[in-house]
């Protein structure tokens, strides 16, 4: 299969969003059998482009892996884990927000095991702020007091990308946890 088609009018395959990455097509336009048909990419770049992205807003703020309160009733001293709630996909489905956190370093503003800190984007529709809102605050984030930023409609942010697209399809809830 050549990499560029004879007919005018019709662009390079190489061009096309699905066709991968790398030394193909060799000099003289051959290509592996396996890679993608023309056919495939074009069906391929109408599925991409039919997508939809929704509208979304997120909150930068930090948190610890555990949250230690005192028990208004009894007075006793509990810790609450808080990120380990967060980050579960079903609460986070329910909740309809996705999130990424990532662990911040041993040091002044972060220890090491529970007592770790963790820097997390909240990403959600703003039509679900209310709920977004509740969710946090049942496990003791007071996500209000923290700036709401729109999301670029228009960012190469590959999270923010997958994010916007993920929520378009309803597909809510995805929380990425780096360390």
Not at 27 to 44: F, N, Q, R
Request: proline share 6%; glycine share 8%; charged share 30%.
């Amino acid at each position: 299969m050549p990499a560029v088609r004879g007919r005018v009018g019709r662009k390079p395959l190489t061009e096309y969003q699905g066709w991968p990455k790398g030394i193909y097509p060799m000099s003289d336009g051959w290509v592996p059998p396996c890679y993608p048909k023309e056919e495939d990419l074009i069906a391929y770049e109408e599925r991409m482009n039919a997508r939809k992205k929704a509208t979304l807003v997120k909150r930068h703020l930090c948190m610890k892996e555990t949250m230690a309160f005192t028990c208004f009733w009894c007075r006793a001293s509990e810790e609450e884990p808080q990120l380990h709630q967060l980050r579960k996909r079903e609460f986070a489905q329910k909740s309809e927000y996705s999130m990424l956190a990532y662990a911040m370093g041993e040091g002044e503003y972060s220890g090491e095991g529970d007592d770790r800190s963790y820097f997390a984007i909240v990403f959600y529709e703003p039509s679900k702020k209310s709920k977004v809102e509740r969710a946090f605050k049942s496990t003791g984030l007071e996500l209000g007091d923290y700036e709401q930023v729109v999301v670029d409609p228009d960012s190469k942010m590959e999270q923010e990308e997958k994010f916007m697209y993920a929520h378009g399809a309803g597909e809510v809830g995805e929380v990425i946890l780096g360390v």
